[in-house]
T-cell receptor
Framework: DGGITQSPKYLFRKEGQNVTLSCEQN?????MYWYRQDPGQGLRLIYY???????QKGDIAEGYSVSREKKESFPLTVTSAQKNPTAFYLC????????????FGEGSRLTVL | AQSVTQLDSHVSVSEGTPVLLRCNYS??????LFWYVQHPNKGLQLLLK??????LVKGINGFEAEFKKSETSFHLTKPSAHMSDAAEYFC?????????????FGAGTRLAVHP
């Protein structure tokens, strides 16, 4: 079945460590996105990529990095520079720009100990 | 600038009674509007979308929403709540910006359904 796979679902990290969250899609979508979700808030855009080997900062990119070497994959690294990394991270993809509909993965919950 | 306001952070209904989740938007352009649903610890699923066609939009699981330009509203309704409807609901406005579809999410409304 087509969809978006995020891993791991739960991740614990010590302060000062970088961690990488995986996002893979088999929908043949060009655009991919990373969002951060905190309790009681809507989703906030971290990074997005409209095409392979290109990506743009979203609203809260500081402390995060991404790569887009393959169409199917858009991993997110949460670096030690991110001051408050504990959150729920959602990856999404979009097949076009006309309607803006996004397809979401199941999310990764990162907890910093 | 685009923005979206969900007027209730929590809504509680009894099973079998109507559901109303309220959303107001602000947009300088003709917007695309969406409602997404999120069950605990899951990703978001599209319920329905408005893209300047019919103002009354029908979605999955019996939900519908009406686009009212004069009131800048896009409220989500369902005639009869089911226990499985308990989830968080997000109203979203979208516009094209530099070839990219920018989505603005509301803060969410948590729907509780009681037996």
């Amino acid at each position: 079945d087509g969809g978006i796979t995020q891993s791991p679902k739960y991740l614990f990290r010590k302060e000062g460590q970088n961690v990488t969250l995986s996002c893979e899609q088999n929908l043949n979508h060009d655009a991919m996105y990373w969002y951060r979700q905190d309790p009681g808030q809507g989703l906030r855009l971290i990074y997005y990529s409209q095409i392979v080997n290109d990506f743009q900062k979203g609203d809260i990119a500081e402390g995060y990095s991404v790569s887009r070497e393959k169409k199917e994959s858009f991993p997110l690294t949460v670096t030690s520079a991110q001051k408050n990394p504990t959150a729920f991270y959602l990856c999404a993809s979009s097949g076009g720009t006309v309607t803006g509909e996004l397809f979401f993965g199941e999310g990764s919950r990162l907890t910093v100990l | 600038a685009q923005s979206v306001t969900q007027l209730d952070s929590h809504v509680s209904v009894s099973e079998g009674t109507p559901v109303l989740l309220r959303c107001n938007y602000s947009s300088s352009y003709s917007p695309s509007l969406f409602w997404y649903v999120q069950h605990p610890n899951k990703g978001l699923q599209l319920l329905l979308k408005y893209t300047s066609a019919a103002t009354l939009v029908k979605g999955i699981n019996g939900f519908e929403a009406e686009f009212k330009k004069s009131e800048t509203s896009f409220h989500l309704t369902k005639p009869s709540a089911h226990m499985s409807d308990a989830a968080e609901y997000f109203c979203v406005v979208s516009r094209l910006s530099g070839g990219y579809n920018k989505l603005i999410f509301g803060a969410g409304t948590r729907l509780a359904v009681h037996p």
